[in-house]
């Protein structure tokens, strides 16, 4: 289509139904693409052949910290997403004009690694035009224009988001949409790691690339299992929100590390690499010999695993048999073991700095019997997330931004969709 039919469409409502799966705001949806639209226009002058492309963020429902260790993990997609206004051409070049951040320009003639490029989103891009090749798929150039409400540093994962919108855009584009969620979240997690550099997990890329409820098991890493959870949070009577304490993520690189350390300590006890290969039996039955060869911390740590790898499983079936309530009683558990037992609520190294210990307390305080909260993601500094009854949400939010600032309570809605062409 030409942009101003697209434009059109817009305007009259006839992307209403796409934008229904992916928001709760239909005229804020229309207003966003529209804008960006006017931005592709402006940045690449080109009218004709347009298509709108959209990957959500994503939320951590259960497993907190558990798929590192190859554990099982409880993710949904949410209504924050990318977008992106594209259209194919024939230079054998990809342009992305991303909103905030620049243009990247990849010509498909050398998408080889290099180091220098790596942390860069020309790296995750290179990367993913890479594997697409390495697996047999097509390539080819693009025009695109991105824009983001994928908080940074909210636990919401925008650049599993953004990996997975490319993949979505060359998918569409070049291969008849026949890559599978999976191959998509593979690709995505393979750029990451070996492209960006950051050695990431494959939990962020699968609830991006699914959508909906996503239940994962690690087990496997090389062929991991992914299954869909149908359930509609909306009809649950609670709203899910996640809010963002602030905090300096700068200096965690080494609590986040000791977490893996202290497993690998464990498991190496036992003569495994990961956690998830030591039975919890055999971990109970040789704790007094493990008192003293470990530090006390790793053991807490293990034990966190255990109890939280077993609770997402419990988790899935719960959604699935509707059980909303058992839900809830898990989601609080599940808080209580991290705060306890895995302790990332803040960091050892800045203990004065606990603004997760803070919106924990006092959503406690102001909620009650009327919701539950768990730190959110990694911790140590960042977000909480919290279920509030519907009916109390807005003093919820009220209370609760007076302390940490406006906009800092974030409702989410878990969309069905991943990675996604709007039409």
Do not use: W
């Not at 934008?19 to 002058?45: H, V």
């Not at 200096?251 to 893996?260: G, K």
């Amino acid at each position: 289509m030409t942009l101003n039919e697209i434009k059109t469409k817009i305007q009259e409502g006839k992307l209403d139904k796409s934008f229904s799966l992916l928001y709760k705001d239909i005229s804020e949806a229309r207003k966003r693409y529209s804008c960006a639209c006017d931005s592709f226009y402006a940045t690449f002058g080109q009218m004709e052949y347009i298509r709108l492309f959209s990957a959500p963020g994503r939320t951590e429902i259960g497993g907190n910290h558990t798929d590192h260790q190859h554990g099982r993990v409880l993710a949904g997609a949410v209504d924050m997403d990318v977008i992106a206004v594209a259209s194919k051409n024939n230079d054998n070049i990809i342009r992305i004009e991303s909103e905030g951040f620049g243009t990247d320009i990849i010509d498909l003639a050398d998408i080889s690694y290099k180091k220098e490029l790596e942390g860069t989103s020309l790296s995750l891009v290179r990367g993913i035009c890479s594997f697409f090749k390495e697996k047999g798929y097509n390539v080819g150039g693009f025009n695109a224009y991105t824009t983001s409400n994928v908080l940074k540093g909210s636990g919401l994962s925008s650049s599993a988001a953004y990996e997975v919108l490319i993949c979505t855009i060359l998918n569409c584009l070049y291969n008849d949409s026949k890559l599978s969620a999976m191959e998509v979240a593979l690709i995505s997690q393979k750029s990451e790691r070996e492209y960006f550099g950051k050695p990431c997990g494959l939990l962020d890329q699968c609830a991006c690339s699914f959508g909906g409820f996503t239940a994962m098991d690690f087990a496997d890493p090389a062929s991991p299992k992914a299954e869909k959870v149908d359930f509609d949070l909306s009809a649950s009577g609670y709203t899910l929100c996640v809010v963002n304490t602030g905090g300096n993520h700068a200096d965690l690189t080494q609590d986040y590390a000791d977490i893996t350390l202290d497993c690998k300590a464990v498991s190496n006890y036992f003569g495994k690499d990961f956690l998830r290969d030591v039975s919890k039996e055999d971990f109970f039955n040789e704790l007094h010999n493990l008192k003293g060869k470990v530090c006390d911390r790793a053991i807490l740590r293990a034990l966190h695993f255990f109890n939280e790898d077993e609770r997402a499983e419990k988790q899935k079936n719960l959604l699935k048999n509707k059980d909303f309530n058992g839900f809830l009683k898990l989601v609080k558990a599940s808080g209580d073991s991290s705060y306890r037992f895995l302790q990332n609520v803040y960091s050892a190294t800045n203990s004065a700095e606990q603004g997760i210990t803070l919106a924990i307390a006092l959503t406690e305080e102001i909620l009650g019997e009327n919701g539950v909260c768990r730190v959110h993601g990694g911790g140590f500094a960042g977000t909480i997330q919290c279920y509030v009854k519907n009916e109390c949400f807005e003093n919820y939010k009220s209370e609760i931004e007076a302390v940490f600032g406006k906009d800092s309570c974030i409702p989410l809605k878990i969309r069905s969709v991943g990675g996604y062409e709007v039409k």
